[in-house]
């Protein structure tokens, strides 16, 4: 079961000797930095962690699973993760 924001912020604010407010605060300026810059540069890199990148999809036709009928989805721009090599040697 994944954890959730509030345990993520629990237990960073005990190993760190830390209040959760101070952890809190630390996660939204981070949420606003990576924003600002995939808007900004099209990536963002954590290092040891991974890197967020800007990416375009193009448009495509799909199906609408309640009906199978065919419908165009527009193309749009998302944001993909990359896992550092280093958590992805760590997992395996």
Avoid: W, Y
């Amino acid at each position: 079961m994944a954890m959730t924001k509030a345990q993520i912020i629990d237990q960073i604010a005990e190993e760190l000797n830390m209040t959760k407010k101070e952890v809190n605060s630390f996660f939204s300026v981070l949420f606003d930095m990576t924003a600002k810059e995939i808007k900004k540069e099209g990536e963002f890199v954590l290092p040891g962690f991974g890197k967020f990148e800007k990416s375009k999809r193009k448009a495509r036709m799909g199906r609408n699973p309640a009906t199978g009928e065919a419908i165009k989805i527009a193309a749009k721009t998302i944001v993909k993760f990359k896992l550092a090599k280093a958590i992805k040697d760590i997992v395996a």
